[in-house]
């Protein structure tokens, strides 16, 4: 039942390893989005589809690579991993187009690398 | 660019007192959304309310209520008798019409001690 769901819930790894989180959101809206909360709770949009195409892409290191196989997924594959990458990742889901539209957000991942 | 702030980091209030969660929002748009959003210790992000910027009308839900400002671009959220599981990060955050630029204010932590 759960709306936006994320996979795993926490991850630990190793630096300079590769590693992916999977998101998926049956609500059936066509936007959905990733941000980092870092250790202060900053919440910070990563990036943002539609529809399987990339709207937003804020200033991340190329090492972050999203991948939208159709609008109700998307995943985040992040390559040779930084201590600085340590934090809880969010995905979310919108309906576009929509006048204000509310984003729902999944559980989270904590994500530590060692 | 759109700014939230949220001045406030921690509050911290016995069962049953009054609390406001102060937020204000800088944004160049005619028209655009504001939100809250309850991080409890759980990690999820929970919506709360979205309000436009038409609608200057005060809301008010059960123990919560917001008060929408425009001449002082404020949007704070108060909790009438508040009870310890309302203790949560709470953000405010604010977008333009189509949700294209969703910016999270810091967040306030709020701790409600029995």
């Known amino acids: 039942d759960t709306a936006v769901s994320q996979t795993p819930k926490y991850l630990v790894t190793q630096m300079g390893n590769d590693k992916s989180i999977k998101c998926e959101q049956n609500?059936?809206?066509?936007?959905m989005y990733w941000y980092k909360q870092d250790s202060k709770k900053f919440l910070k949009i990563m990036f943002s589809?539609?529809?399987?195409?990339?709207?937003i892409n804020e200033t991340v290191p190329n090492r972050f690579s999203p991948k939208s196989p159709d609008k109700a997924h998307l995943n985040l594959h992040i390559n040779s991993l930084e201590l600085g990458d340590s934090a809880v990742y969010f995905c979310?889901?919108?309906?576009?187009?929509?006048?204000?539209?509310?984003?729902?957000f999944g559980a989270g991942t904590r994500l530590s690398v060692l | 660019a759109q700014k939230v702030t949220q001045a406030q980091t921690e509050i911290s209030v016995v069962e049953k007192e009054d609390v406001t969660l102060d937020c204000v929002y800088e944004?160049?748009?005619?028209?655009?959304?504001l939100f809250w959003y309850k991080q409890p210790p759980s990690g999820e992000l929970v919506f709360l309310i979205r309000?436009?910027?038409?609608?200057?009308q005060n809301e008010i839900s059960g123990r919560y209520s917001w008060n929408f400002q425009k001449s002082t671009s404020s949007f704070n959220f108060t909790i009438t008798a508040s009870q310890v599981v309302d203790s949560a990060v709470y953000f405010c955050?604010?977008?333009?019409?189509?949700?294209?630029?969703?910016?999270f204010g810091p967040g306030t932590r709020l701790s409600v001690l029995p």
């Open positions: 979310a889901s919108s309906q576009g187009k929509i006048r204000g539209n509310i984003q729902y």
């Open positions: 609500l059936g809206h066509d936007t």
């Open positions: 589809y539609n529809n399987k195409e990339l709207i």
């Open positions: 944004t160049r748009d005619t028209t655009y959304y």
């Open positions: 309000r436009n910027s038409f609608d200057e």
């Open positions: 955050a604010l977008s333009d019409l189509y949700g294209q630029n969703f910016v």
